[in-house]
């Protein structure tokens, strides 16, 4: 099994910034992408931004621009720098990985229990 923890959630003003962490620990044996989600009240998850173990990036495009993810291979972590945060930021924001447990097994998606993250205007 492969379990997601995320940290650096909080309150913050608007235009401020904040950095989100997810490490991935359990049984990896390698992974694939790892990405962040959110979900604001009343309103589907929604991808937020992904990368892939080579390092290509993909970003909403609500975010581009403000929202950095990047990610360190050796400490399976991934991260979210947010700049300029906007009120509409506020949302649970979740970890996501596509992990596989074995040389054999195939990959599978696996997700954190989520960070809230809150802009006040």
């Known amino acids: 099994q492969v379990q997601l923890v995320e940290s650096g959630g909080g309150l913050v003003q608007a235009g401020g910034s904040l950095r989100l962490s997810c490490l991935a620990s359990?049984?990896?044996?390698?992974?694939?992408?790892m990405g962040w989600y959110r979900q604001a009240p009343g309103k589907q998850r929604e991808l937020v931004a992904t990368?892939?173990?080579?390092?290509?990036?993909n970003y909403a495009d609500s975010v581009k621009g403000r929202f950095t993810i990047s990610r360190d291979n050796a400490k399976n972590t991934v991260y979210l720098q947010m700049n300029s945060l906007k009120p509409e930021d506020t949302a649970v924001y979740y970890c996501?990985?596509?992990?596989?447990?074995?040389?054999?097994?195939?990959?599978?998606?696996?997700w954190g229990q989520g960070t809230q993250v809150t802009v006040s205007s």
């Open positions: 996501k990985s596509t992990a596989r447990t074995t040389w054999s097994s195939g990959f599978r998606d696996y």
């Open positions: 359990g049984s990896i044996f390698d992974i694939n992408a």
């Open positions: 990368i892939t173990s080579g390092g290509s990036t």
